[in-house]
């Protein structure tokens, strides 16, 4: 099994481009978040979903967009990039029941110039 | 107050030593209770779960204490390599994201 894989790895971008990062998980799990971390702020989340069709907005969603078409993807859009937005993003997911932790991936590291 | 609280350190030991750290959490409908190690310029990765009893994993103990709100993770004989920022991880019943602390760092030295 992969896991939770996360593509890119590494991106720049220009502020205003927009772009999209990938996630994709093959454990068959229902509940996928996103989450950006940034130096002294801890992980926040961004958006989330319990299944595919349904999301829901975090902590800091102004920005970015989601969508689950598949339990398997939940790619992250940024719409119009800042350098606000330069940050570490991770991908995760987990089973449903309250008994179980999240699967991350890798991260995107992002910087917007 | 935060939700989930931890120490930020850094905690520094020397090799062999034994430490601990504590994660209090406010959430009285808090239900399950993690333990993740984050290295840097990485992902968090789930160490291990913390259940009611108290468990262990080689030279990991971890324990709740659901009278006082708090987790708690010791590592005895600390390795180089244990070296790591460790997250706090509360789920709670009728919420469907977890909480995460800010991580306690711990750096072994030799």
């Known amino acids: 099994n992969a896991g939770v894989t996360q593509t890119p790895k590494f991106q720049v971008l220009k502020t205003g481009q927009s772009m999209t990062l990938q996630c994709a998980q093959d454990m068959n799990h229902e509940y996928m978040s996103w989450y950006r971390q940034d130096p002294g702020m801890g992980l926040r989340l961004i958006h989330y979903s319990v299944g595919a069709g349904i999301t829901d907005q975090g902590e800091v969603p102004n920005g970015y967009n989601v969508s689950r078409s598949t339990t398997e993807d939940f790619p992250l859009r940024l719409l119009s990039a800042a350098p606000s937005q330069t940050s570490v993003y991770f991908c995760?997911?987990?089973?449903?029941?309250?008994?179980?932790?999240?699967?991350f991936g890798s991260g995107t590291r992002l910087t917007v110039v | 107050r935060k939700e989930v609280e931890q120490d930020p350190g850094p905690f520094n030991v020397p090799e062999g030593a034994t430490v601990a750290f504590n994660c209090t959490y406010s959430n009285s409908a808090s239900q399950s209770f993690f333990w993740y190690r984050q290295d840097c310029r990485k992902e968090p990765k789930l160490l291990m779960s913390v259940y009611s009893s108290g468990n262990e994993d080689g030279r990991f103990t971890a324990q709740l204490n659901r009278a006082s709100q708090y987790i708690s993770l010791l590592i005895r004989d600390s390795k180089l390599s244990d070296s790591a920022t460790y997250l706090c991880v509360v789920n709670s019943r009728g919420s469907y994201i977890p909480t995460f602390g800010r991580g306690t760092s711990l750096i072994v030295h030799p």
């Open positions: 995760a997911s987990r089973n449903t029941g309250v008994d179980y932790g999240y699967t």
